[in-house]
């Protein structure tokens, strides 16, 4: 789930997220060092303080595991061995398959409980309304999601978003669209209007003829980077040497591309 991962960070630490409201409860958190010193190395995905000092602690989830809560419990005490107050925790799940997980542990002692949060409860027409691009990209986890217009819905409104912010939320569709199995369908959608209507729209349409004119159309290098961690000196070389019709198939290929080779694939 590495980069799933890092995607789904990047979008809750992102200011004026509402999906980190509406897990949480908080509108903003002061994000800290997430490492928790115990016998075996864990790293929380996300710890956080809030403006009244509550710790918040978020981990994302993308599949069913019965020792999940176990590991919950594991994670709270640590984060109390290191900052000296338990955290308040949420779980995040947004796989494929069903819910399945309990979110307490029953013992002779008493119950430890986490809140767990199912993304597809949340509401997709608010995230997608919202201002915040990683809202936007977001939603296509909830039951939005399943909607045959949702992905040209979510293309939509990133199409309202400043020009940096619409390369970032790209790339940040084109990989969470794998935990729904809609790489194909964002892949279609986004070439297909290229063909069609989409280069008459007053946003996209600039941006498009900008990008072609900049050699980098439908593959801006920050989006290689952000998918893979860099680009190798070998890799940019033979990036800059691609023609203008080979950088929009290159970049079609950036969608599905499990490794930065594949850019490069026939």
Do not use: C
Not at 208 to 236: H, S, T, V
Request: charged share 30%; proline share 6%; no cysteine.
């Amino acid at each position: 789930m590495h980069e799933y991962d890092l995607a789904l960070k990047r979008i809750l630490t992102r200011p004026g997220s509402i999906l980190l409201a509406a897990i949480t409860g908080s509108k903003s958190l002061r994000w800290l060092n997430v490492e928790a010193p115990l016998v075996r190395n864990l790293r929380v995905d996300l710890l956080g303080e809030s403006p009244n000092g509550e710790l918040v602690h978020i981990e994302l989830q993308s599949r069913n595991d019965k020792d999940f809560p176990l590991r919950m419990g594991e994670y709270s005490f640590g984060v109390a061995l290191r900052h000296g107050r338990l955290p308040r925790q949420v779980a995040l799940y947004v796989g494929s398959e069903p819910l399945r997980m309990k979110n307490e542990i029953a013992g002779p002692g008493g119950v430890f409980r986490f809140h767990l949060v199912d993304i597809r409860a949340l509401d997709g027409e608010l995230l997608l309304a919202s201002d915040n691009p990683g809202d936007n990209v977001i939603a296509i986890l909830t039951r939005l999601g399943g909607e045959p217009d949702a992905i040209r819905r979510v293309l939509k409104r990133i199409a309202a978003d400043p020009a940096e912010a619409r390369d970032e939320a790209l790339a940040e569709l084109s990989i969470l669209a794998g935990l729904r199995k809609l790489t194909a369908k964002v892949k279609r959608e986004v070439n297909m209007p290229i063909q069609e209507d989409i280069m008459d729209d007053e946003v996209w349409g600039p941006w498009i003829l900008q990008k072609r004119a900049d050699g980098k159309m439908a593959m801006p290098r920050r989006l290689i980077e952000k998918k893979f961690g860099g680009i190798p000196p070998q890799i940019r070389e033979r990036l800059d040497a691609l023609e203008p019709a080979q950088i929009e198939a290159t970049g079609l290929r950036l969608l599905d591309a499990q490794r930065i080779e594949d850019l490069f694939a026939r």
